[in-house]
């Protein structure tokens, strides 16, 4: 199996999405507007509380 792939696939769920923030260069209240969520649900994802 290629490694990107498993780094990925092992990857827990706050870091890939901590990750995917930061690859599109977003600040947590933009990446927030961008999916349409509340920024405190933001920071509970990148702090894995939800």
């Known amino acids: 199996m290629n490694k990107q792939i498993l780094v990925f696939i092992t990857m827990s769920f706050p870091t890939r999405f901590i990750q995917l923030r930061k690859e599109h ?6 990446m ?3 999916v349409g969520m509340h920024i405190t649900q933001v920071k509970r994802y990148e702090s894995g509380q939800a």
Do not use: F, S
Not at 25 to 30: A, E, N, V
């Open 32 to 34: 927030a507007d961008t």
């Open 25 to 30: 260069k977003l600040t947590q209240q933009q």
